[in-house]
Nanobody, 121 residues
Framework: QVQLVESGGGLVQAGGSVTVSCAAS??????TGWFRQAPGKEREFVAG????????YYTDSVKGRFTISRDNAKNTVYLQMNSLKPEDTAVYSC????????????????WGQGTQVTVSS
């Protein structure tokens, strides 16, 4: 069993930066994905990282602005978000699955509760 707890969301101005964290209990051999869901929209995959950090993925809309990383000594995955836009406003949730990330929600066994990121214009 893995428990995930997100933190670090908040209100930020457009063009600003924020880092959200996903702290996991248990073993670290999990790939992790960050998803987001804006009001009235479906949840979308934003970024993923393999268990050892050797492979990462970003959806097109965040490439060059977001960076996913992990510190396995702290059992924590980070999503650093720069050059934020109002359209990045959403609840950001992390999810974990064995070894590698997936772009698909259905592939994840474990989810955090989510953290709100609001970008003001």
């Amino acid at each position: 069993q893995v428990q995930l707890v997100e933190s670090g969301g908040g209100l930020v101005q457009a063009g600003g930066s924020v880092t959200v964290s996903c702290a996991a209990s248990g073993r670290t051999y999990y790939g992790t994905g960050w998803f987001r869901q804006a009001p009235g929209k479906e949840r979308e995959f934003v970024a993923g990282i393999s268990w050892n950090g050797g492979s990462t993925y970003y959806t097109d809309s965040v490439k060059g602005r977001f960076t996913i990383s992990r510190d396995n000594a702290k059992n924590t995955v980070y999503l650093q978000m720069n050059s934020l836009k109002p359209e990045d406003t959403a609840v950001y949730s992390c999810a974990a699955r064995l070894l590698v990330y997936s772009n698909y929600e259905k592939d994840y066994a474990y989810w955090g509760q989510g953290t709100q990121v609001t970008v003001s214009s």
